[in-house]
């Protein structure tokens, strides 16, 4: 799986899941999240640097 979508509110979230049989993922898979923005600077944030 290897999947992203991008939010009204310029945020992005991107999956990526694959099946592994190497010592390095003993669960049999491996997986990266990422969750941001696609702007440097974006236009809101809240106290604790959530973007909004």
Avoid: W
Wanted: proline residues 8%; charged residues 25%; hydrophobic residues 25%.
């Amino acid at each position: 799986m290897n999947e992203a979508q991008k939010y009204p509110d310029g945020s992005v979230v991107h999956v990526f899941h694959m099946r592994a049989n190497r010592d390095a993922y003993p669960s049999g898979c491996g997986y990266k999240l990422y969750h941001g923005a696609t702007e440097s600077n974006p236009p809101h944030r809240l106290a604790d640097r959530t973007i909004r």
